[in-house]
């Protein structure tokens, strides 16, 4: 269980490889922070507004970021894999290289977004991860 930063105000913070793992950051303003390679993993982003931001190479594996906004931000090769990303913003979003495998994206806006590179979802990978034994 992470911290309880839910409408904290961050906005122009700095770090590099900082760890939000499991943090309830809903509604908190990330708004032109510097935080490359940092991991959200399992955090709760909804709401959160992270545009204008670096968040290269972040991890936000498991999170829930419905409604979050990533206008404008830099997420090249972040890692969303398993992210919700129901209704969230990444309207001219750099995602070069970003791993978008088994997230859910509805009504998500990707308009003008880069999407060079992008990794999809692997079914392979994807039936090897909800494999169960069949039942007898």
């Known amino acids: 269980e992470g911290a309880n930063l839910s409408a904290a105000k ?3 913070m700095k770090g590099s490889g900082t760890g939000f793992d499991g943090a309830d950051l809903s509604g908190a303003d990330f708004r032109d922070t510097r935080l490359p390679e940092s991991s959200f993993a399992g955090a709760k982003l909804t ?4 545009a ?6 972040a991890r936000f594996e498991k999170a829930d970021a419905t409604g979050a906004v990533f206008a ?12 919700k990303l129901e209704k969230a913003m990444f309207v001219n979003a750099n995602l070069a290289g970003a791993i978008l495998h088994a997230i859910t ?4 806006s990707w308009d003008g977004a880069n999407l060079k590179g ?9 039936e090897a991860e909800t494999w169960k034994p069949m039942s007898k």
């Open 10 to 12: 961050l906005r122009r």
């Open 47 to 50: 709401g959160t507004v992270l």
């Open 52 to 57: 204008d931001a670096d968040l290269s190479a």
């Open 72 to 83: 404008n931000t830099i997420l090249e090769w972040a890692d969303f894999s398993w992210a």
């Open 105 to 108: 994206e509805k009504d998500t």
């Open 118 to 126: 992008v990794r999809r979802t692997d079914d392979d990978q994807l």
